[in-house]
């Protein structure tokens, strides 16, 4: 069975701060993929970043950048310098390989950047 | 390019009752996944469809169904309402089944009275 653990439920930062996002998951598969995704106010998923299994590297996307370690299971998000639009709930999740997988989603984490 | 669109975007309904939801792709999509999200449960996955075949299927009890049509647009059927079906409803497509990520639509609002 997948899981996706985000243990920060809610975050609150002050503008021009940096903050990480958590994301700890498990699966049996070899080969997964995972993902973040953005639910800003307006409610509409966002598509942020996917990670392969195979592919440790980390990526840096601007202000966001993604942390993959396979040895602990992690694939953290962290936001520099956080702007108010930031505001948002991230969701980490997970998927295996084939067509015939679901995708898991973690219980999300609420940021608030404060101005 | 025009977005995954949901119909209706709100609706409220009576327990007893059902409904139907749509979901159109983002055009050359093919597979269409629908998730309920609630403040306590989160984000959770009902089923997903390509080429018209449902391909996997979460736990939801049978009132939950579903089914996509040759143009690759999806219905959503809720029978037999309950409370606890109030919830936002996320539609969300990609090119096919897989790794691929997904582009998820606004959503409808179901609320059961």
């Known amino acids: 069975a997948q899981k996706v653990t985000q243990a920060q439920t809610e975050i609150s930062v002050v503008e021009k701060e940096d903050v990480t996002l958590d994301c700890v998951y498990e699966?049996?598969?070899?080969?997964?993929?995972l993902f973040w995704y953005k639910q800003p106010p307006s409610g509409e998923l966002v598509f942020l970043i996917r990670r392969n299994s195979f592919d440790e590297q980390n990526e840096i996307s601007g202000r966001y950048s993604w942390n993959f370690q396979k040895s602990t299971s992690s694939f953290n998000f962290t936001i520099t310098a956080s702007q108010v639009v930031d505001s948002a709930v991230y969701f980490c999740a997970l998927r295996g390989p084939g067509g015939y997988q679901k995708v898991t989603f973690g219980i999300g984490t609420k940021l608030q950047v404060i101005p | 390019k025009a977005g995954v669109t949901q119909t209706p975007r709100y609706l409220i309904k009576t327990r007893g009752q059902q409904v139907t939801l749509s979901c159109s792709p983002i055009s050359g999509h093919r597979s269409v996944s629908w998730y309920q999200q609630t403040p306590g449960q989160g984000l959770q996955f009902l089923f997903e469809y390509f080429s018209e075949t449902q391909r996997n299927k979460g736990n939801f009890p049978g009132r939950f169904s579903g089914r996509q049509f040759s143009n690759s647009r999806s219905e959503m059927n809720v029978s037999t309402l309950e409370l606890g079906d109030s919830a936002l409803y996320l539609c969300?497509?990609?090119w096919g089944p897989g790794e691929e990520e997904q582009f998820f639509g606004p959503g409808t609002r179901l609320t059961v009275l």
């Open positions: 699966t049996r598969d070899t080969t997964y993929y």
């Open positions: 969300a497509s990609s």
